[in-house]
T-cell receptor, first 115, second 116 residues
């Protein structure tokens, strides 16, 4: 399976600021996704990162708040903009390689605390 | 949207006991997945199920894809302390290996505690 690296692994940020999270995969993958896991909760899909085009966002998530880039088949970024304490969560990158029969694999996540 | 109900929410068991947890859905999934999450880490895939009725084992873990495609269970036999963690079921709408991608819908998780 692909090795997924996320940076930073954790951060403490002040409200009103923005944080960009990076996801690097060791091999080309077809699909990259960003998930959020709020404290004590399950995982919720934020968006699908599309290579070379705008990300596809799920209901309740918007581009202005969570801009996403995917410049190539191995890298993506998620920015959490104008942060508030409610954005404190673990943000996880996941990947899928279509045609491989292999389902989603996850990085270790970025644990964000907003004060 | 689709929802998954996972139960139980938590389990406290003695080492050596067997564990069973399950998920039910209001609608059909084409793939069922079971993940385990340890503190500070991302979910790790345990078992993937692709066909209705499929029964798959991975060591002490056994999982089944329900015939109706709306449910799945995970059993852990002879539990050991390192089985501690949060177990998530997840359903994928897209077909495995197909042209459509699959975004996952997750259950609420089962917190497993194993007493030595």
């Amino acid at each position: 399976s692909a090795v997924i690296s996320q940076k930073p692994s954790r951060d403490i940020c002040q409200r009103g600021t923005s944080l960009t999270i990076q996801c690097q995969v060791d091999s080309q993958v077809t699909m990259m996704f960003w998930y959020r896991q709020q404290p004590g909760q399950s995982l919720t899909l934020i968006a699908t990162a599309n290579q070379g085009s705008e990300a596809t966002y799920e209901s309740g998530f918007v581009i202005d708040k969570f801009p996403i880039s995917r410049p190539n088949l191995t890298f993506s970024t998620l920015t959490v903009s104008n942060m508030s304490p409610e954005d404190s969560s673990i943000y996880l990158c996941s990947v899928e390689r279509l045609g491989s029969g292999s389902p989603l694999h996850f990085g270790n996540g970025t644990r964000l605390t907003v004060t | 949207g689709q929802q998954l109900n996972q139960s139980p929410q938590s389990m406290f068991i003695q080492e050596g006991e067997d564990v069973s947890m399950n998920c039910t859905s209001s609608s059909i999934f084409n793939t069922w997945l079971w993940y385990k999450q340890d503190p500070g880490e991302g979910p790790v895939l345990l078992i993937a199920l692709y066909k209705a009725g499929e029964l798959t084992s991975n060591g002490r873990l056994t999982a089944q894809f329900g015939i109706t495609r709306k449910d799945s269970f995970l059993n852990i036999s002879a539990s050991i302390p390192s089985d501690v963690g949060i177990y998530f079921c997840a359903g994928q709408e897209g077909e495995a290996g197909g042209t459509s991608y699959g975004k996952l819908t997750f259950g609420q998780g089962t917190i497993l505690t194993v007493h030595p």
